[in-house]
C-alpha cells in the first residue's frame, strides 16, 4: 500500500512535495495509516485532534492516545476541546453538524495562524461509497453523485482511492496501533445504518463493488465536467451579471429545452431549496419572489433577477450631523465645498449649501415621496419615478435617498432634485461624490 500511496501521491498531488501539511488526526485506524504514510514519505507534518467530548471519558482517552503518538513520533500538534451539545443546541444544528462545523473552522483557523499550506484528512473509498447512498437515498442532483471530492481548495483527502480493508491490513502488517470509536458499533447514525446492513449486502452480491463503484464514480465526475461546460456557455448567453445582482433573460433561456436543469446549476449554491417555485417563477407575473436565507429570486418582466437579501431594514435611517468629507455607512459618499461647478450626473451633484439643513439623512424610500427631477417640469410622485425608469422590487428596495429635513435632494447614483442644485449664480456649493 506504501508504494502505491507514494505514487497516488506523486501522480495525483504532486503540489504536497515540500508544503507544511496538517493531518486531522482522531485517533481511528484511518487517520493513524495517514499519519504513518506520511512519516514514511518523510513529509513535513502536523497533526490537529478534536476532542467532541461527546463520549465521556473515551473522548479523553482518544485525545491522550493521539498525544502519545505525537510525542513518540516528535510531530508538531495541536489539540483542542469542543463543548459540541451545548454548540448544538445554541447553533440549532444536528450534533454530527455541529461537530463538523466545530472541527473545519478550528482547522482552518490553524492552517491561516501557523503558515500551513493544505489539511489532510483520512476519507476513503469505503466513505464515499457510504456518502454516496446517503446522497441517493435522501434525494440529489448529479453533484450529489460524484462522491466526496480528491480536493477542495485547500483541503485533500489522497486515501480516497483505497479501500477500508486495505487500510486494515496495512495497520496490522505495520503494527500500527489506533483506538476504536464505540460509536461506530451503533446503529443511531444514519450513516452507520448504511455501513453496518446495507454496504456488506451489496459487497456480498457483487465481489467486485469497490471497483464499479470507482468506475461509476469516474464516469458520474466525468459527466458532471461536461455539465459544468455546457452551464458555463449558456450562462453567458443569458445572464448578466452586475456588481449587485444578476439578470436572467428568459426569452433566450427558454430556448433550451433543460432550461429548468440550467436554474438548477445556476442557483443551487445560493442556498435555494424550493425548486418548484423557482421553475414556477419563470411563467409567473412580475413581482413575484423565491427567497434563501441569503438571496432573493424576483421576477421582473423577461427576467429574473439574484440579489443578496440586505440586512439594512427599510426604516434605517442614517444622519449627516454636518459638512463631513466623508461617509461610508450605508454608502460611500464624499462631501466638499467647491467654487467652480460642473455638469450634475448619476453619480456626482453639486447643491446649494444655503438651501439644505443639517443634519441631513439617509434612507429608505417611503409611500408618498416625491421630489423634482433634473431635467423635468414639476414634481413627480417617487413611485411613478421607479415605474418609469422600469425599477425593479428590488431596485426599489435598494434604492438610498439623500434628505434635507425629509425632503429628497438626491435619488442617490440616479437622479437630483431641481430644487437644491447649484448654478453659476450659486454663493456656497457643495460637491456630493458616490464612490
Not at 221 to 237: G, H, I, R, T
Request: hydrophobic share 35%; charged share 25%.
Amino acid at each position: 500500500m506504501l508504494i502505491k500511496f507514494q505514487n497516488h501521491i506523486a501522480q495525483n498531488f504532486p503540489q504536497l512535495k515540500d508544503k507544511k501539511l496538517l493531518l486531522a488526526v482522531s485517533g481511528g485506524i484511518d487517520s493513524m495509516v495517514l499519519m504513518h504514510l506520511f512519516l514514511q514519505l518523510n513529509y513535513d507534518i502536523s497533526i490537529a485532534h478534536c476532542n467532541f467530548q461527546l463520549r465521556g471519558e473515551e473522548s479523553n482517552e482518544d485525545e491522550n492516545f493521539v498525544k502519545s503518538a505525537a510525542e513518540k513520533f516528535k510531530i508538531p500538534n495541536y489539540f483542542i476541546q469542543f463543548d459540541t451539545e451545548i454548540y448544538s443546541k445554541e447553533n440549532k444544528l444536528s450534533t454530527q453538524l455541529a461537530a463538523r462545523k466545530l472541527r473545519y473552522d478550528w482547522f482552518q483557523k490553524l492552517l491561516s495562524e501557523n503558515q500551513l499550506d493544505y489539511l489532510v484528512t483520512a476519507h476513503h473509498l469505503d466513505d464515499n461509497v457510504e456518502t454516496f447512498l446517503i446522497n441517493f437515498i435522501r434525494g440529489t442532483g448529479l453533484d450529489g453523485l460524484t462522491g466526496i471530492p480528491a480536493q477542495n481548495k485547500n483541503i485533500v483527502r489522497p486515501l480516497l482511492p483505497f479501500s477500508r480493508e486495505e487500510i486494515e491490513n496495512y495497520a496490522k502488517k505495520n503494527q500500527i496501533q489506533w483506538r476504536e470509536d464505540s460509536s461506530n458499533a451503533s446503529d443511531k447514525y444514519f450513516r452507520n445504518k448504511l455501513r453496518h446492513n446495507i454496504v456488506p449486502t451489496v459487497k456480498e452480491l457483487n465481489t467486485g463493488f469497490l471497483d464499479s463503484f470507482q468506475n461509476t464514480l469516474n464516469h458520474l465526475q466525468q459527466a458532471e465536467s461536461l455539465v459544468d461546460d455546457a452551464s458555463k456557455l449558456v450562462y453567458e448567453k443569458v445572464v448578466l451579471t452586475t456588481e449587485n445582482q444578476s439578470e436572467i433573460h428568459l426569452k433566450p433561456l427558454l430556448e433550451f429545452k433543460n432550461y429548468k436543469a440550467y436554474l438548477y446549476q445556476w442557483l443551487k449554491e445560493y442556498g435555494f431549496s424550493a425548486w418548484n417555485d423557482i421553475y414556477e417563477l419563470v411563467e409567473a407575473q412580475s413581482g413575484k419572489q423565491v427567497f434563501s436565507e441569503t438571496h432573493i429570486l424576483l421576477k421582473d418582466r423577461e427576467k429574473l433577477i439574484l440579489s443578496e437579501r440586505k440586512a439594512v431594514s427599510k426604516s434605517a435611517v442614517f444622519f449627516i450631523e454636518f459638512l463631513e468629507s466623508k461617509v461610508n455607512i450605508p454608502l460611500k459618499l464624499t462631501f466638499s465645498k467647491v467654487v467652480n461647478i460642473f455638469e450634475t450626473n448619476s453619480n456626482c451633484i453639486f447643491v446649494n449649501e444655503d438651501k439644505i439643513k443639517f443634519p441631513l439623512t439617509i434612507r429608505k424610500w417611503q409611500e408618498g415621496d416625491y421630489f423634482y427631477p433634473t431635467g423635468m417640469n414639476g414634481k413627480k410622485k417617487l413611485s411613478k419615478y421607479f415605474k418609469d425608469e422600469k425599477y425593479s422590487l428590488i431596485d426599489k428596495e435598494n434604492q438610498w435617498l439623500l434628505c434635507s429635513e425629509n425632503q429628497i435632494i438626491w435619488v442617490i447614483g440616479k437622479r437630483a432634485d431641481n430644487r437644491y442644485i447649484a448654478n453659476e449664480t450659486t454663493q456656497n456649493s457643495i460637491k456630493i461624490e458616490l464612490k
